[in-house]
């Protein structure tokens, strides 16, 4: 670890508990599983978004470049190496609200507002739009319509030949469980209400 490193870590610790992790080459800075620096190459990284973006750009720090084998990924993250040198006060307040707008921006992809419903169990891709074809747009509608009616949705959508396999996977998606886990009464139980 170089002398940067130590006093950009150092300097971190006064805005609370964080977590290092391999990143990108480097080391990836997290505050409660949210990444909000980065460090690889000698260079000091911190994430952007909303209003830190503007408040970067003013400073003139430029954003993080990400060499693949053939392409270049400009990411939201703004080099502060030489604010962290000259200025580094003025930086204080910003890694913080950075810190604040990972973890609020984590919190809100994993809250029930953004999942999508290929994020439920058994669901994938296919099966989401299976189901948005079959009239049930969202997480929040699939719950409230429940399996049963969700299978007979797409079931007739599709001209009922869908595999009773699906009844089982909405089954436990609604439940929160891989549907391999369901016990033959609750699968009796739901082919008597199909």
């Known amino acids: 670890m170089s002398h940067l490193e130590e006093r950009f870590f150092n300097f971190v610790k006064k805005l609370g508990r964080f977590n290092k992790r391999s990143m990108f080459g480097g080391v990836g ?26 408040r970067f750009e003013e400073l003139g720090c430029e954003r993080f ?30 890694v913080q609200e950075a810190m604040e707008n990972s973890r609020l921006e984590r919190e809100f992809k994993k809250s029930k507002e953004n999942r999508r419903l290929r994020d439920l169990p ?28 969700v299978f007979k949705k797409v079931n007739h959508t599709y001209g009922g ?23 033959e009464p609750a699968k009796q139980a739901l082919l008597q209400q199909v």
């Open 29 to 54: 800075l997290f505050t409660e599983d949210a990444m909000f620096s980065l460090v690889t190459d000698g260079r000091l990284y911190v994430r952007g978004g909303g209003e830190v973006d503007a």
């Open 65 to 94: 470049k990400h060499v693949k084998k053939t392409t270049i990924a400009t990411v939201n993250y703004f080099d502060v190496t030489e604010l962290f040198e000259k200025k580094p006060a003025s930086l204080l307040s910003i």
């Open 122 to 149: 058994n669901m994938q891709l296919t099966l989401e739009r299976m189901v948005k074809k079959a009239g049930v747009p969202d997480v929040d509608s699939f719950l409230e319509i429940g399996a049963v009616d």
């Open 161 to 183: 030949d869908v595999d009773v396999k699906l009844l089982w996977k909405f089954a436990g998606a609604e439940s929160g469980v891989h549907w391999t886990l369901l016990q």
